[in-house]
């Protein structure tokens, strides 16, 4: 045993002393190079990347004074930053920003959800990490101090840090930066905006502009209305109709469970993609486009919480209905559970009150949830019913076989892995949405009612189908394939009152007033401004032409009361960082090269 420790303290001390060589610190800064180009992809951006790590290395210099430790650790966490945010961008389809440690530190929800769901990425991310600690750590004792005083290394820090401010690459209030391949720069980009700690937001200044129309008054009551049926909105985690992409050659049966009794596929355009799905539960539940909020998308449920007084749940509420959540996940995840109580709903059923031995189940452990819950309300509670629910089956990531003994119709999709994977998924996630469907059916339902199901965002594994449909830079314009689903609205045991539009693809902010006529209710002076704006805008929002008659909405809300961003929130605690840039400036209008039928 001895032996063979002292062979592997033999083994290290070689490593470390070619490492700390002259020949070994070229290499290691070769490699850390390669790192950044493969990461960043992106030459105009080397400029910065140099300056901030110059930065780095001069501020660890101040304080150790150990320009080979120095040098090492300033790889090492460069790596680690570009580990942690290509492995969120290809999940998330989000870069890493220096928020994401704030919101979250304090969210231990999403530890559990990150383990139980990429647990190969956060392996990696640790291991990685932990390698570089230890070798740092080894290397700071066997590395000398230099004679240098503390005073010139930090002037050279200074001049550093003043050439990262002029070299910073992202133009101002560009929200696509983090969307893009800049999996190095991204955070140390994101740095610049902890100044919004101390400034007044600029989109609440655009909320606070005056304006001559009247402040919304919104519903007040309505539960004599003579139609009340019950109400069911489903989320179909990650669900895209195969035909978005011709490349897909899916059967024809699995696409058309996405057609609605009109035959047609009806597109949905979100504002996130490959996750994220609780920004578009915030927008459907809002009627509030996430685009509007720039890179602070990924945020809303913090931000958004107790200052939102006009939403779905809200209204229906009014209209005399329960409300309620059925979540796969636990009630404090991303803030969301809070975030949806804050909105009206009564009732919150999230994995630990409907007992999901994991944060993953096939979707019919949720659909059984949701049919109890139903048959209980219906036998004990004189009210219509809203229920929300989400469902999981066709999460990323698609490395590896879900419920790998149930063999669905179809399969093999296809010759790619995780497209098979992921259409493997979809089709079991469909299935067991129309066994729901059967099962409703067979309920006492005296109201009738509406349901609604809907896409949150597209999965991971179609980014290079979106890419060859509208290049590179896919996620970088709003009106992209890649932020394109479905809804669909059915009526059960009563009827729809208007049939669905169609349009090219309608925003997910208009979800809430058309699910509202669809089943016959009031609809207020909010709602009956939106679905006007759906129709000038031809199913558009924040890409409307007429973008100033949305701006118009929007301060009619503030002016109302309705959303009170100017009164608290961004003012006060750290998350008041994340309202300052000013709302996003709209993409090009640019038409995809492939859409939905």
């Known amino acids: 045993m001895q032996s063979i420790f002292s062979r592997v303290l033999f083994w290290l001390r070689t490593f470390l002393d070619k490492i700390l060589s002259p020949w070994g610190l070229a290499y290691l800064s070769i490699i850390g190079a390669a790192v950044v180009i493969y990461g960043e992809r992106d030459f105009t951006t080397a400029p910065f990347v140099l300056a901030v790590f110059c930065a780095i290395w001069m501020a660890l210099l101040v304080v150790t004074k150990r320009p080979r430790f120095s040098l090492v650790t300033c790889w090492v966490l460069i790596t680690v930053i570009t580990v942690i945010c290509t492995m969120k961008l290809h999940y998330m389809g989000l870069g890493l920003h220096v928020y994401d440690f704030y919101f979250y530190e304090r969210n231990s929800e999403i530890y559990r959800f990150l383990i139980d769901a990429y647990l190969p990425a956060v392996l990696v991310s640790l291991a990685t990490l932990a390698v570089g600690i230890v070798v740092c750590i080894l290397i700071y004792r066997r590395d000398a101090t230099i004679k240098t005083s503390r005073a010139v290394l930090a002037g050279l820090f200074l001049v550093a840090v003043v050439v990262v401010g002029v070299t910073d690459p992202r133009p101002a209030h560009d929200q696509f930066y983090h969307l893009s391949a800049h999996r190095t720069s991204s955070f140390f980009v994101s740095l610049s905006d902890l100044r919004f700690l101390v400034d007044t937001p600029a989109f609440v200044k655009r909320l606070s502009a005056s304006t001559s129309q009247a402040g919304y ?11 009340r049926p019950d109400i069911v909105a489903v989320l179909m985690e990650s669900a895209v109709p195969p035909s978005t992409y011709p490349a897909i050659k899916a059967d024809a049966a699995l696409n058309d469970r996405f057609r609605s009794a009109d035959g047609v596929i009806h597109p949905l355009q979100v504002a996130t993609f490959a996750g994220g799905t ?23 449920p913090v931000y958004l919480k107790g200052h939102v007084h006009h939403s779905l749940p809200e209204l229906l509420r009014k ?33 630990e009150r409907i007992r999901a031995p994991s944060e993953h189940e096939r979707d019919t452990f949720y659909f059984k949830a949701a049919l109890d819950y139903i048959r209980q309300h219906r036998a004990k509670d004189g009210r219509p019913l809203f229920l929300f629910m989400m469902t999981m089956a066709a999460h990323g ?51 009738g009612t509406i349901y609604l199901d809907f896409g949150d965002h597209q ?22 394939i890649a932020y394109r689903t479905y809804y669909r609205i059915e009526a059960m045991h009563t009827s729809l009152a208007p049939t669905l539009p169609k349009y090219k693809s309608m925003a997910v902010s208009y979800l809430a007033p058309a699910h509202i006529q669809a089943a016959g209710l009031p609809i207020d002076d909010v709602y009956a401004e939106l679905l006007s704006l759906r129709k000038e805008c031809h199913g ?9 008659r949305v701006e118009r909405h929007l301060q009619r809300l503030a002016k109302g009361h309705l959303l009170d961003l100017d009164t608290g929130a961004p003012t006060q605690g750290p998350l008041a960082a994340l309202a300052g840039p000013a709302m996003a400036q709209r993409a090009p209008n640019s038409e995809p090269d492939s859409a939905l039928p």
């Not at 609780?278 to 809303?300: D, K, V």
């Not at 995780?418 to 979809?426: A, G, M, S």
């Not at 890419?467 to 830079?473: L, T």
């Open 278 to 300: 609780w920004i578009t539960t915030a927008s459907l539940m809002t009627s509030l486009p996430a685009a509007e909020f720039g890179w602070l998308r990924p945020y809303l």
């Open 459 to 480: 999965p991971s594994a179609t980014l290079p189908l979106a890419k060859a449909a509208d290049g590179e830079k896919a996620l970088t314009h709003w009106d992209s």
């Open 540 to 548: 558009t929002f924040f890409l409307c032409p007429d973008h100033a």
């Open 319 to 351: 209209c005399g209905y329960k409300t309620v959540v059925i979540s796969p996940l636990d009630y404090h995840f991303v803030n969301e559970g809070t975030f949806l109580t804050s909105l009206g709903f009564e009732d919150y059923l999230d994995a």
């Open 397 to 447: 990531p698609y490395s590896y076989r879900f419920k790998p003994d149930i063999k669905v119709p179809g399969e093999p999709f296809s010759n790619h892995q995780e497209i098979n994977e992921y259409l493997r998924r979809l089709t079991m996630q469909q299935m067991d949405f129309a066994t729901f469907k059967r099962d409703l059916a067979k309920l006492d339902d005296k109201r």
């Open 217 to 227: 008054r919104g519903l007040e009551e309505c539960s004599s209305a003579k139609s």
